[in-house]
């Protein structure tokens, strides 16, 4: 691997670190103003939005200057919306603002390795940046739940700074203080990204113009024999593991009486086995591999199913291990195709940003499902049969549809799978 990709791993590592540790920060600051649980349960969604509502811009956006200086502005938009929770705004409007940060970091931090790295190195690549942001999502959450904890809210709170009142005068907002810190080290890395030498695709002159080229590409992956089956599965995935990040946090409330700080620790506990589960398939799969992965995601919504009658954690633990362990195994094959396919269709940074409307999009709409059924009196249980059951369905939809595409357009599947053959063996 070059030494730029080193630089980009560590710029992500702690961008995702501060990302994970303040949702924590965020639930747990809802939950001491006596916010009620479905405002909670919306941070996902609300995070979600301009994922979603920036999609067709924020991909142009990547791809008219160095990725690393758009990285560099989007961590310090994170930056303003943290400084906004601390400040009076709402969490959720906040915590929406670092949404945005986040949406406009996603198609450069993704892009720039279609860009530094030949296609043979895709996977392993993706495999890596996979497994370290999914390290960051477990230190991530488990540094959110000890900052909010007593013994380390109590310290930082202690921490005087002479003549200046700084305001902060809560657990949740001692933690978000120090988050700020972590995405300032995250910026620093930005900094440091070597330009990749590829020509820049400048903005064109009106904005609105985008929206045409956006659906466009929307609809050639959509098009597309293999486009359409990583997509359809990384949306899916990434729809219910982003919305399972709190319903976890429930779960383990519900059904083991933690509390927040001891509930994120077993979110960790997921993000560790799809870490394992990531690095393993960057190791033994290659891109035309791909497809051979989507039984897995029928076993995760059979797996999802069987936590409903999970009450010790000694049997949980592993359980989620192997939950996440399955679903790093079939992402990480399945977003190197999608990326391979996108960024011959229309080059990297539009490929991603149509990757990360559909995905989100599959979050926000999860996410306000559960949200709504969560005020309508939804417990924990019966929305983790619900992601269970859709998990599960849908893969199999979608490993028919696969089969569907072998039968009757076999020449064109097996071009495709050919020329991701060879640029595994040849890029």
């Known amino acids: 691997m070059k030494r730029g990709f080193y630089t980009i791993m560590s710029a992500q590592f702690f961008s995702s670190l501060a990302d994970n540790a303040l949702f924590v920060g965020a639930v747990q600051l809802l939950r001491s103003s006596g916010s009620p649980e479905w405002q909670q349960a919306a941070l996902v969604p609300m995070f979600a939005l301009f994922y979603v509502v920036l999609a067709p811009f924020v991909g142009a956006f990547a791809d008219a200057m160095p990725k690393g200086k ?129 020509p820049m695709r400048p903005l064109p002159r009106h904005l609105i113009t985008l929206l045409p080229d956006f659906w466009h590409c929307n609809l050639r992956l959509w098009r597309d024999r293999l486009g359409q089956i990583s997509l359809s599965t990384t949306t899916l995935f990434w729809g219910v593991s982003g919305n399972l990040r709190y319903i976890v946090l429930a779960w383990a409330a519900a059904a083991l009486g933690y509390s927040v700080t001891q509930a994120s620790a077993l979110v960790g506990v997921v993000a560790i086995g799809t870490a394992v589960g990531a690095v393993v398939a960057s190791l033994r799969m290659r891109l035309d591999q791909a497809t051979q ?55 990297a940074g539009r490929s991603i940003a149509v990757q990360n409307f559909n995905e989100q999009a599959c979050i926000l709409g999860l996410g306000a499902f559960y949200s709504f059924s969560t005020g309508m009196g939804l417990s924990a249980f019966g929305a983790i049969t619900v992601f269970g059951v859709v998990v599960a369905g849908f893969m199999w939809v979608i490993k028919r549809w696969h089969r569907h595409n072998c039968a009757t357009h076999p020449a064109e599947v097996a071009n495709l799978l050919d020329m991701a053959r060879n640029d595994n063996l040849h890029g």
């Open 70 to 198: 758009v990285m560099l502005y989007s961590n310090g938009i994170k930056i303003v919306g943290c400084l906004m929770m601390l400040f009076g705004s709402h969490p959720l409007m906040a915590y929406a603002i670092v949404g945005l940060g986040a949406a406009a970091y996603s198609p450069a931090k993704y892009g720039i390795l279609t860009e530094l790295l030949p296609a043979s190195q895709l996977v392993k690549a993706n495999g890596w940046i996979e497994g370290l942001t999914i390290a960051s999502i477990i230190l991530g959450v488990l540094l959110g739940g000890q900052l909010v904890s007593h013994a380390v809210s109590s310290a930082l709170l202690s921490i005087d700074f002479p003549f200046i009142d700084t305001g902060i005068e809560t657990p949740p907002e001692a933690a978000i203080s120090v988050l700020i810190l972590v995405y300032i080290l995250a910026a620093w890395f930005n900094t440091r990204i070597p330009l990749t030498g590829v």
């Open 293 to 347: 992965v989507l039984p897995l995601g029928i076993a995760m919504g059979v797996l999802v199913i069987l936590l409903n009658f999970i009450t010790n954690v000694w049997v949980a633990a592993p359980f989620l291990v192997l939950l996440g362990g399955l679903g790093g195994f079939l992402v990480v094959p399945m977003n190197a195709l999608l990326q391979h396919r996108g960024h011959n269709l229309m080059g």
